[in-house]
């Protein structure tokens, strides 16, 4: 490397997955013994594992190119559906906009959450991502249409802690609870209860990733009433305890 000496190495990508030169394979490997960390953004994943660097660690990239990179290096311990992951000193990330997440992720390892959340104010992102969210949403999923069930929604967005029955969500949608229903399916394609299931086990994933209350102040946030109940829909739905969710979204830490 010279005269330079690096603190971080940022790792881009184009839109399409293209194999590294040889002189950026050998960059990478030569820089990798002397930098502090090195991460990706998106496709740059596949750079990082052409060079070696992602043998043996966990890793992800854009969730469209996931399953590519784990058959190209099986080496790899791919996981799909991340934002994005910190093995040690080698970050990566999902798409392009994940980017932004794994930033301010490495400003909060160096510096602090107020400072991170400063730096998000600054760049007028209201709500940084933990890295072990999921690259999907329960609520881009539904995709509902018309206002009336797109009220209902906002509606149960803001009420999670409380029960949400069908009469309470047909009120604020301005529906019967039979036209509710009949639209809701018509619209979402799911039943108004495993929708709200759905919302409660992305908010309550997101704050057991964000670390910051307990497993059973998280059932009571989010409406599942307790920690057994949310265990349950937990397994039933990802096969993984909230526990073992918490412990997969924290950053693995090598010395």
């Known amino acids: 490397m010279g005269e330079h000496s690096y603190d971080t190495l940022l790792v881009g990508a184009t839109g399409e997955i293209a194999l590294p030169t040889p002189r950026t394979v050998a960059f990478l490997r030569e820089a990798a013994a002397s930098v502090r960390r090195i991460a990706s953004i998106c496709l740059g994943a596949f750079t990082l ?49 994940a980017g932004i997440d794994l930033a301010l992720g490495l400003i909060e390892r160096d510096m602090g959450q107020d400072i991170a959340r400063a730096v998000a104010r600054t760049m007028v992102v209201y709500h940084r991502r933990a890295g072990g969210q999921s690259q999907h949403s329960a609520m881009l999923e539904l995709d509902a249409k018309s206002d009336r069930v797109q009220m209902a929604l906002a509606y149960a967005r803001q009420n999670l802690h409380e029960p949400l029955s069908l009469d309470k969500l047909a009120e604020a949608a301005r529906l019967s609870p039979r036209q509710f229903t009949r639209v809701f399916r018509a619209e979402t394609g799911q039943s108004p209860a495993k929708a709200i299931e759905n919302l409660r086990l992305e908010a309550a994933r997101l704050m057991l990733e964000q670390g910051r209350l307990s497993a059973e102040e998280i059932a009571r946030a989010t409406g599942f009433g307790d920690r057994e109940r949310m265990r349950r829909s937990f397994l039933r739905t990802f096969g993984q305890t909230p526990q073992n969710i918490r412990n997969a979204s924290q950053p693995l830490v090598t010395i």
Do not use: N
């Open 49 to 97: 594992a052409e060079a070696g660097l992602l043998d043996g660690r966990r890793a992800t990239t854009h969730w469209a190119a996931a399953q590519e990179l784990q058959q190209r290096f099986p080496r790899v311990r791919v996981e799909m559906d991340r934002i994005f992951i910190a093995d040690g000193p080698v970050w990566t990330s999902a798409g392009m906009a």
